[in-house]
């Protein structure tokens, strides 16, 4: 890695603040990664429209008109129309019997595309003839760029954000304070670590993927020197690397006895010692002893119940079936990550542990083995 790869990471990681986060304060939208998507908003819209009982009439008022109390009212969300789909189309009748609808265009990001607004227009105006029809183009204050039609009247969300009231609705609130955030001002800009991520992408992922070659590399290196140390071979022992897709990297030892198979996964139980990376993250790195078990024929089910009765350790569900933890050290040091001291304390605690935890769980073997004779003679 060149002096320039090590000044852009570094660079990278002075401006990643918050990358990524979301605060307690984030919006509906925002967790969901809908923070500017024009449908999801337009239909939050409507269902404020549903919500407020005062938001229909204060619409009528911004057009010039006056109306009564409005007694009746239904709200769309993308209705279907020669042309497009309008964003949101709201019919009303006031205490007076009077009718109206009111059009709204939607745009948080685009502009508009043909001839939309010009299209809507023709429609609400043939089919909908005998009502007083208003139509407005909604727009965040950075997305002022106006419409085709001269029927449709400009409105920001910043008015809107204004006239929605006080309701008592969770999700209106929510999205009242999502366009206070997003749409009342500037539109937020990329942060400029993520600047930084994009204009480098490429460079990145050739870093990432070195990364991950000298991360494996390490690994076996140290899955390789455990073997040796511990003579794992002239011992007879058995070794696997399995990488667990919920867990992570795991190096078993596995003893030639440990394990019982009836050629059935579903009458399966074995023991092994691990050193295990947690997610495959070399910050979180244990030794385990563990007994896992499948299925309920007679000899699971004795060993289940042998382990439950001795409280030898803590059970999980994995796989569909069950494993216990006889041992578990976590590793932890205070030099800096894969240095050459970080290094060789890893090596000593792996194989110390290691150790450890094949001695509890031959110690439990046993003893579960004389469980079983007892069983036997009872």
């Given at each position: 890695m060149s002096e320039g790869d090590l000044e852009l990471i570094k660079s990278i990681a002075d401006n990643d603040n918050d990358f990524g986060g979301l605060n307690e304060n984030a919006s509906f939208l925002e967790v969901i990664r809908k923070t500017y998507e024009e449908t999801f908003i337009s239909r939050m819209l409507a269902y404020t429209f549903e919500k407020d009982e005062e938001l229909v009439g204060k619409f009528i008022e911004f057009a010039g008109e006056h109306s009564s109390c409005i007694v009746n009212k239904t709200v769309r969300c993308e209705k279907v129309v020669p042309g497009g789909r309008i964003d949101i189309f709201v019919e009303a009748q006031d205490s007076s019997g009077k009718r109206y609808t009111i059009t709204i265009e939607?745009?948080?990001?685009?502009?508009?595309?043909?001839?939309?607004?010009?299209?809507?227009?023709?429609y609400v105006n043939r089919y909908y003839g005998d009502c007083k029809n208003m139509y407005f183009y909604l727009t965040p204050e950075y997305n002022c760029n106006g419409c085709k039609s001269e029927w449709f009247r400009p409105i920001t969300y910043k008015q809107l954000y204004l006239t929605i009231g006080n309701n008592?609705?969770?999700?209106?609130a929510d999205f009242k304070k999502h366009i206070k955030k997003y749409f009342c001002g500037e539109k937020i800009r990329m942060k400029e670590v993520h600047k930084k991520i994009l204009e480098n992408y490429g460079n990145l992922k050739r870093l990432m993927s070195e990364a991950d070659e000298a991360y494996e590399a390490e690994k076996q290196q140290l899955f390789s020197t455990i073997k040796t140390k511990l003579g794992v071979d002239e011992k007879g022992w058995k070794t696997q690397v399995k990488l667990e897709q919920s867990l992570g990297d795991s190096y078993r030892i596995y003893k030639e006895n440990w394990y019982h198979n009836d050629d059935d996964k579903t009458k399966t139980f074995y023991f092994y010692a691990e050193l295990l990376y947690v997610d495959n993250n070399p910050n979180e790195i244990c030794v385990q002893g563990t007994v896992k078990t499948?299925?309920?024929?007679?000899?699971?089910?004795?060993?289940?119940k042998f382990i439950q009765d001795e409280q030898y350790a803590q059970q999980y569900v994995i796989n569909k079936g069950l494993f216990y933890i006889l041992y578990q050290e976590p590793f932890s040091s205070q030099t800096d990550m894969y240095s050459d001291e970080w290094k060789s304390e890893l090596e000593k605690f792996a194989i110390?542990?290691?150790?450890?935890?094949?001695?509890?769980?031959?110690?439990?073997?046993?003893?579960?083995?004389e469980y079983i004779k007892q069983s036997e003679k009872a």
């Amino acid at each position: 890695m060149s002096e320039g790869d090590l000044e852009l990471i570094k660079s990278i990681a002075d401006n990643d603040n918050d990358f990524g986060g979301l605060n307690e304060n984030a919006s509906f939208l925002e967790v969901i990664r809908k923070t500017y998507e024009e449908t999801f908003i337009s239909r939050m819209l409507a269902y404020t429209f549903e919500k407020d009982e005062e938001l229909v009439g204060k619409f009528i008022e911004f057009a010039g008109e006056h109306s009564s109390c409005i007694v009746n009212k239904t709200v769309r969300c993308e209705k279907v129309v020669p042309g497009g789909r309008i964003d949101i189309f709201v019919e009303a009748q006031d205490s007076s019997g009077k009718r109206y609808t009111i059009t709204i265009e939607n745009k948080i990001n685009s502009k508009e595309h043909g001839d939309q607004t010009d299209c809507y227009y023709n429609y609400v105006n043939r089919y909908y003839g005998d009502c007083k029809n208003m139509y407005f183009y909604l727009t965040p204050e950075y997305n002022c760029n106006g419409c085709k039609s001269e029927w449709f009247r400009p409105i920001t969300y910043k008015q809107l954000y204004l006239t929605i009231g006080n309701n008592d609705d969770d999700k209106v609130a929510d999205f009242k304070k999502h366009i206070k955030k997003y749409f009342c001002g500037e539109k937020i800009r990329m942060k400029e670590v993520h600047k930084k991520i994009l204009e480098n992408y490429g460079n990145l992922k050739r870093l990432m993927s070195e990364a991950d070659e000298a991360y494996e590399a390490e690994k076996q290196q140290l899955f390789s020197t455990i073997k040796t140390k511990l003579g794992v071979d002239e011992k007879g022992w058995k070794t696997q690397v399995k990488l667990e897709q919920s867990l992570g990297d795991s190096y078993r030892i596995y003893k030639e006895n440990w394990y019982h198979n009836d050629d059935d996964k579903t009458k399966t139980f074995y023991f092994y010692a691990e050193l295990l990376y947690v997610d495959n993250n070399p910050n979180e790195i244990c030794v385990q002893g563990t007994v896992k078990t499948y299925g309920h024929d007679k000899k699971n089910i004795r060993f289940v119940k042998f382990i439950q009765d001795e409280q030898y350790a803590q059970q999980y569900v994995i796989n569909k079936g069950l494993f216990y933890i006889l041992y578990q050290e976590p590793f932890s040091s205070q030099t800096d990550m894969y240095s050459d001291e970080w290094k060789s304390e890893l090596e000593k605690f792996a194989i110390e542990n290691i150790g450890k935890a094949i001695e509890k769980t031959d110690q439990v073997f046993k003893e579960f083995n004389e469980y079983i004779k007892q069983s036997e003679k009872a």
